[in-house]
């Protein structure tokens, strides 16, 4: 093992807050192809929902949204990406976003 490998803190990589997204740049998420067994368009959501603050991630919805994707995908055990989004305390933002775009959670 190398003596030198950074840990913990030291190897996390600062945020940038700032950073100016242009609506192009909003718009290449919509072309990311999924891992396989994970539905194309819940891999769109879910990489959008790691990497944007919640103010990127409404104008990015707007874009999904308008290029025909389905906010309401789900899994195979039927849960949906709302779903996901509920199970994290400091997500409840995205959560209004997504159901202001017309999410719903899994139907029991």
Known sequence: MREDKKSGA???QQAIRDEEWSDERL???LDVLPPEGLPHDYNILLRAYRGM???LFARFIVF???AGHDINV???DGSTF???VSLHRKSSEYGEIL???GASPKAN
């Open 74 to 76: 789900s899994l195979e």
């Open 82 to 84: 709302l779903d996901l």
């Open 64 to 66: 999904y949204a308008d």
């Open 99 to 101: 159901k202001q775009a």
């Open 27 to 29: 718009k290449a998420g």
């Open 10 to 12: 030291q190897r996390t």
């Open 53 to 55: 603050t919640a103010d």
